[in-house]
């Protein structure tokens, strides 16, 4: 199963791949050179199905619970100021994600969306101190029904030019359901109230919709 954000990638990605094995069959060239060119557009279009993979994921509902809104690796969990919503102190896990990670974005809690918000900016590498704040990136913050508010930021990195963000403010949500994408290599940030309890160690690896990152 693949994503729609790939639809055009995916034909480009088909288109290449003939166009490259049509070349090697039709024209005179050495057998070597006409392998070389068939491989080079099947690695091709591998890479591009590869990347925007869907699988299903069955996120098991739990109100307690703060799902991973990505796959990747833990690699920040600190306090750190929030100034764009909160304003104050929040607890951040960010999970980075390389090329070779499904990039689909989930929301780790249900709740009501009641902030979503599109940021045009840099494209700094994604572990980058500043790329949350300066990063091209969309806040999304959804309020749980024990009346705590989760946020997460996607975040493009070096390679990620283009982010989609499904969340509409005052929209009902579910725990696990698809938030967004990020095409290409990126990070997700999901901001905490400073207390909650962490149930993920730094490089940790994660899945979307189904890891729990924390509980309340």
């Known amino acids: 199963m693949f994503h729609k954000e790939g639809t055009i990638s995916i034909i480009i990605g ?11 069959t039709q024209i005179e060239m050495p057998s070597w050179l006409s392998y ?3 491989a080079l557009g099947l690695v091709f279009l591998i890479i591009i199905l590869q990347f925007f ?12 619970t703060i799902v991973s809104p990505v796959d990747g690796k833990v690699v920040v969990i ?14 951040m896990i960010s ?11 989930r929301y780790p ?46 975040i493009a990195g070096a390679l990620a030019k283009r982010i989609v963000n499904y969340a509409v403010e005052n929209d ?16 997700v940030d999901v901001y905490l109230p400073v207390d909650t309890p962490v149930s993920v160690a730094l ?8 890891t729990v990152l924390a509980q309340f």
């Open 109 to 154: 809690v249900g709740g009501k969306v009641s902030y979503s918000k599109y940021h045009p900016g840099k494209y700094l590498v994604a572990w980058h101190p500043k790329a949350s704040e300066e990063n091209e990136r969309t806040t999304v913050v959804v309020d749980h029904k024990n009346g705590q508010q989760v946020m997460h930021r996607q």
């Open 172 to 187: 009902n949500v579910d725990q696990g359901s698809e938030s967004g994408f990020i095409k290409f290599g990126s990070r």
């Open 95 to 105: 999970v980075f994600m390389s090329p070779i990670n499904v990039h689909v974005t």
């Open 14 to 24: 088909f288109v290449v791949a003939g166009a490259l094995a049509a070349l090697a």
């Open 78 to 91: 600190e306090k750190v100021q929030e100034n764009e919503y909160f304003k104050g102190e929040r607890l």
């Open 203 to 210: 490089n940790q690896k994660v899945k979307g919709g189904v």
């Open 36 to 38: 070389i060119l068939i």
């Open 53 to 64: 993979r869907n699988p299903t994921r069955t996120t098991i509902f739990d109100d307690a």
